[in-house]
């Protein structure tokens, strides 16, 4: 049985920083595209970020470009999203997922398992 189970969620000030992790068991992920979403509450669910299954390329939301960096440890089975200089719109509950059959998700219907998430709150 596949699980994702994400942590580093928390409470922090605007402009402080979160890491994020995702830990993966059940399957092999070494071959997996691995990516974030985040939900705000009365929003739809969005695409934050996503990391090919060699690491070598990643792709972000324009909205977290140059603040998050996504990252992959395939021996550990866990993937990372640092979160550096938080504003209070990041504030929702993130999501990890794993693709097995898209090279670039972006999009959650390309994804086939999902976390249950971490509340991430920034306070003004």
């Known amino acids: 049985q596949v699980q994702l189970v994400e942590s580093g969620g928390g409470l922090v000030q605007a402009g402080g920083s979160l890491r994020l992790s995702c830990a993966a068991s059940g399957r092999t992920f070494s071959r997996d595209a691995m990516g974030w979403f985040r939900q705000a509450p009365g929003k739809e669910r969005e695409f934050v970020a996503a990391i090919s299954w060699s690491g070598g390329s990643t792709y972000y939301a324009d909205s977290v470009k140059g603040r998050f960096t996504i990252s992959r440890d395939n021996a550990k089975k866990t993937v990372y999203l640092q979160m550096n200089s938080l504003k209070p719109e990041d504030t929702a509950v993130y999501y990890c997922?794993?693709?097995?059959?898209?090279?670039?998700?972006?999009?959650?219907?390309?994804?086939?398992?999902w976390g249950q998430g971490t509340q991430v709150t920034v306070s003004s």
């Open positions: 997922a794993v693709s097995t059959v898209v090279v670039a998700p972006h999009e959650d219907w390309e994804y086939d398992y």
